[in-house]
């Protein structure tokens, strides 16, 4: 198996975390609020505010990114940290690329100050479930309509959260 290795982008690394954003609305459209169709089309100074809101990481493989996850302030707690935007490319699914990215996001968010991370998971969505708890996540109470989908379809997911620090 190929290393990897997990890499903080800048805001001059907008392109780079443009181009493994759109290969994974492309892949996974379903998993995101936005769609390719609007990220696409959006502008070199959008790319740079969005690099400026939220850390971006990028897991690498044989210097191809495979894999990308965002980390931001949490909306639920102060001193929160919440982990969003998580996408591995489907040939590198299960093989350890999720796990480094989240590893890499906790890391960031404790160096941060945060003492606990959060990860909205949707509530049908078993692998995604079954890997937050594999790592760590715990379920909270904090529920939400899923926000990828209409809201009158009754899907929800759930807050997870991950203690960091001693």
């Known amino acids: 198996m190929a290393d990897i290795t997990v ?16 290969a ?3 892949d996974s459209p379903a998993a995101f609020v936005a769609s390719l169709e609007a990220e696409q089309s959006e ?10 809101r939220s850390l971006r990481l990028v897991a690498m493989v044989d210097s191809q990114p495979v894999g990308v ?23 590198h ?13 906790a890391a960031s968010a404790a160096q941060a100050g945060r003492n606990q991370l959060y990860y909205w998971v949707g509530t ?14 715990r379920p909270t109470h904090h529920r939400r309509p899923m926000r990828v989908v209409s809201e009158a379809d009754g899907q ?11």
């Open 7 to 22: 890499k903080q982008l800048g805001v001059e690394d907008w392109e780079n975390y443009r181009r493994v954003r759109l």
């Open 24 to 26: 994974a609305l492309q």
């Open 43 to 52: 502008s070199e100074e959008f790319w740079r505010e969005r690099m400026r």
């Open 69 to 91: 996850v965002s980390v931001g302030a949490a909306d639920e707690e102060e001193n929160a940290g919440e982990l969003f935007g998580l996408w591995v490319h489907p040939d």
């Open 93 to 105: 699914r299960g093989s350890g690329v999720a796990t480094e990215l989240v590893r890499a996001g």
């Open 124 to 137: 049908e969505n078993g692998r995604a479930v079954a890997f937050a708890s594999g790592y760590g996540f």
């Open 156 to 166: 929800e997911e759930i807050a997870m959260t991950l203690p960091l620090g001693s």
